[in-house]
């Protein structure tokens, strides 16, 4: 395995490792909170707000890894980088052009990757 050193060669490797659109779903549904929850809390003044976030976050995240994809998430290699790929990958779904992403990554629609372009990172 090599270790990355530029975000824009880690983010392909970050979609390949969600590929399985039920990983991507339970991320959308994380970060969705996280957002709602970041949102939300100069409003309502609750600290326990401020502990839900990585919670929600990497709660989703990790069950996604081990239930469906079966993989070991990136964070644990790359932190900083899963995280903003994480953001990422949420707004390149809500603008609608998450599957294009997916598809320049090697990325097939029925959620595999296609061998000869796989990332061993």
Known sequence: MKKLTRFCDFWPYY??????????????VGTSIVVALIAIMPFA???WMAVALPVAGYGFAWA????????RPATFRYPLWSLRADFLMWYRFLT??????????GVRPDG??????????
């Not at 490792?17 to 991320?27: D, I, K, M, Q, S």
């Open 15 to 28: 979609l390949q490792e969600h590929a399985r659109p039920g990983t991507r779903a339970l991320h959308y």
């Open 45 to 47: 003044g609750r600290a």
């Open 64 to 71: 996604a890894h081990g239930l469906i994809e079966r993989n």
């Open 96 to 105: 609608g052009r998450i599957d294009h992403d997916l598809a320049q990554a």
């Open 112 to 121: 595999t990757v296609d061998p000869a372009r796989r990332i061993a990172a």
